[in-house]
């Protein structure tokens, strides 16, 4: 089975960057559309940013010009680079599949506060 593992999360101040890391165990990455969501306390898991096998890229306009997904395919790791952080975008961060219906089970995610 499948497991996502995310990591790379933390507190920091407002204005703040954090780089996301994604791996999955057993799967190589560099074959599938993959995705970053985040899910605050009290609402749902938002879709944040995704990357296409081919390296095309598409964002929330929330985080759209703060944001970048980028892919290591050597590494077999997808990153999420987040700079210009808000209190906004506390969450926990996790990645996945872009297609729901062939998306894998969830890891446990990161955790990120912004936070003066």
């Known amino acids: 089975q499948v497991q996502l593992v995310e990591s790379g999360g933390g507190l920091v101040q407002p204005g703040g960057s954090l780089r996301l890391s994604c791996v999955a165990s057993?799967?190589?990455?560099?074959?599938?559309?993959m995705a970053w969501y985040r899910q605050a306390p009290g609402k749902q898991r938002e879709l944040v940013a995704q990357?296409?096998?081919?390296?095309?890229?598409n964002y929330a306009d929330s985080v759209k010009g703060r944001f970048t997904a980028t892919r290591d395919n050597a590494k077999n790791i997808v990153y999420l680079q987040m700079n210009s952080l808000k209190p906004e975008d506390t969450a926990v961060y996790y990645c996945?599949?872009?297609?729901?219906?062939?998306?894998?089970?969830w890891g446990q995610g990161t955790q990120v506060t912004v936070s003066s």
């Open positions: 057993g799967r190589t990455l560099s074959m599938f559309d």
């Open positions: 996945n599949r872009v297609i729901r219906s062939l998306q894998w089970p």
């Open positions: 990357i296409g096998s081919g390296g095309f890229t």
